[in-house]
């Protein structure tokens, strides 16, 4: 229901709980996030396999309980479940959510206590049904993301019987097969290349790339151009790109000069002065060729559909 049926995610997923377990002094660096409805049965995952060892899992519904000064709570924790727990657009939780992410050590601090430096072992697998769930930026290898299958929704007769077996015998059957699973051709430092990532990965991007995003899907720099053109005035360009930022609340856009610049790493162009009576212009490759290069440059595929 996690994986939607599809093998290679499926063995991923389970490669990653089995590390959990085989090795858990060796992070992986890689977070597992769980996007989907109410009832689709995300939180189930993270509470059974918490169940293995419950004294180091600990879940969690609130950003500072993940991000904040006081986190005590983190100490020796194995598996940390987020439900709905923090926001991707909080730019000041990002780094710290990063580094717990990968970081190898960790400052656990406690009220009226002074911060300790403590090894961190901590797993983090995130469950949501926000569009929007992590900070996931280009090339970013720390999320996996799921879109979990609506085939089980609201099914409380399926989950209750699943709740059963684990009690029955369930648990040491998991704990047997996680122990014993082959992991060793699964690289768990590379996360699935699923939509669901490639929705936060475009949800995250800077504005100037998600105006260029916006031109490159609506097929011409300025809304009322019918086709795309491959010759724009340094002028059209910026009102362009500022439009879009002021759509967006930014109360400081790029000035020509930077934006000029921050175009040229993920697009193909020339620029030129026709004559000194003339402002600068951008010529541009053809439509076709500057989606390709803005896939290139985001390392991911984009439906342009």
Not at 208 to 236: K, N, R, T
């Amino acid at each position: 229901v996690v994986c939607s049926g599809e093998d290679e995610i499926y063995k991923w997923v389970m490669s990653w709980l089995a590390q959990m377990i085989q090795n858990p002094g060796d992070k992986p660096g890689t977070a597992i996030v769980l996007r989907g409805g109410q009832g689709v049965g995300k939180t189930i995952v993270g509470k059974i396999i918490g169940h293995l060892f419950a004294e180091h899992h600990v879940i969690v519904s609130r950003s500072s309980h993940i991000t904040g000064r006081f986190n005590k709570h983190l100490n020796q924790c194995l598996l940390l479940q987020a439900e709905e727990a923090f926001w991707a657009g909080s730019k000041d939780a990002e780094g710290t959510l990063k580094d717990l992410i990968t970081g190898e050590t960790q400052l656990l601090e406690g009220k009226g206590v002074d911060a300790i430096p403590v090894r961190n072992v901590l797993r983090l697998l995130v469950t949501t049904n926000n569009e929007w769930a992590v900070p996931a930026g280009i090339q970013d290898r720390r999320f996996a993301v799921f879109d979990v299958s609506q085939a089980r929704q609201q099914e409380t007769a399926y989950f209750k019987a699943m709740i059963n077996e684990m009690e029955n015998g369930g648990y040491e059957a998991l704990l047997h097969h996680l122990q014993n699973l082959n992991i060793k051709d699964v690289n768990l430092r590379q996360p699935p290349k699923t939509e669901a990532l490639v929705d936060q990965v475009l949800a995250t991007m800077p504005v100037e790339q998600s105006w260029w995003l916006e031109v490159l899907q609506q097929g011409s720099i300025m809304p009322y151009d019918e086709e795309w053109a491959v010759l724009f005035s340094f002028y059209d360009l910026h009102k362009s790109y500022a439009e879009h930022a002021k759509e967006l609340g930014l109360r400081r856009p790029l000035t020509k000069e930077l934006l000029g610049r921050r175009i040229r790493k993920f697009t193909f162009i020339d620029e030129h002065r026709p004559d000194n009576s003339k402002p600068r212009e951008y010529r541009f490759q053809s439509l076709e060729n500057c989606r390709q290069a803005f896939e290139e440059f985001l390392g991911i595929k984009i439906n342009w559909n």
